[in-house]
């Protein structure tokens, strides 16, 4: 054992005898002084027993008993002074220690910079999406199509992105650099992104297209799609609403409840109270003679 961690010769207690006494003098059992100082059992043994090259650094060992003396109500400046002097290997352990808590808050401080960052890509996803579905859907049905494959782009960057970050912080690199840069991109191409313009979209590109106006005189829900299927309304519209979707024919047409529902086709009245109530409706439009 090296000279260092030992207790020097002396005629009197050592400290950990001295700990011991003052313990067992105060009716406090191993296990209660183990629980206080939030050590285990065999530590506290070390320490009773002045072994203390078992308890880690000095700085953790001065600790230790310096909470011991406060729980039993003693001086723990003269105990102190009763230690026998640390190795230089014991200084180095304390070095390593901080060395190694620093490197771990570095560590800390990247991780949490790229948890903020995806969290910034996903609420500026969500953001943008909300934006667009806030637009009248009379005004975005032109765009619909374009709109769908730009919240699929943004969603499968956001994916890439978490799973390079997941991968950089595994493979400790510098991450939050890397990241930033792949954010700041993601960004440019989401501001450089079409934006839903009712004038440009109001009009007819050709003159194949034809117009649906539905009145919801009650909630019901809703699916269309049109000759090249591709769904241009879905959902459930609320009592009151009015609806115009262009595209074009012929539409395959879904309601839930057909009979509280009024249809224009081209500015025509569409007749569908043929079909049963209290069951979906199933139909094209324009009707089949």
């Known amino acids: 054992m090296n000279e260092d961690n030992t207790q020097p010769q002396s005629d009197g207690p050592s400290v950990g005898q001295m700990l011991k006494s003052h313990r067992e003098n105060a009716n406090i059992s191993l296990a209660e002084i183990a629980s206080l ?16 090259h078992l308890l880690g650094a000095k700085t953790f060992v001065k600790g230790y008993i310096k909470n011991y003396c406060r729980i039993l109500s003693i001086d723990s400046s003269a105990i102190l002074a009763m230690l026998p002097a640390f190795s230089t290997s014991d200084k180095l352990v304390d070095m390593q220690s901080f060395s190694r808590r620093t490197e771990k808050e570095a560590h800390d401080s990247r991780l949490m910079t790229v948890s903020y960052l995806i ?20 005004e975005q049905t032109n765009t619909i199509n374009a709109n769908n494959s730009l919240i699929s782009e943004q969603q499968e960057n956001t994916k890439l992105l978490a799973e390079a970050a997941d991968e950089a912080l595994l493979n400790d690199i510098e991450s939050a650099e890397e ?7 993601e960004q440019q191409k989401i501001q450089a992104a079409p934006v839903n313009d009712a004038q440009s979209t109001s009009e007819p590109k050709n003159s194949d297209l034809s117009t649906i106006f539905m009145m919801f005189n009650d909630e019901s829900w809703v699916e269309i799609h049109d000759a090249n299927d591709e769904k241009i309304a879905f959902g459930v519209k609320k009592a009151g609403y009015e609806m115009t979707l262009t595209g074009v024919a012929p539409f395959s047409v879904v309601l839930g409840k057909h009979d509280v529902v009024r249809i224009t086709l081209n500015g025509e009245p569409v007749d569908i109270s043929a079909f049963p109530k209290n069951r979906l409706a199933k139909f094209k439009l324009p009707l089949a003679e």
């Open 119 to 138: 969290l910034a890509i996903v609420i500026g996803s969500s953001a943008v999406w909300w934006w667009q579905n806030a637009t009248p859907i009379d």
């Open 37 to 52: 100082l939030k050590l285990t059992e065999s530590q506290v043994e070390h320490i009773e027993s002045d072994e203390y």
């Open 179 to 185: 990241v930033n840069s792949a954010l700041q991109n």
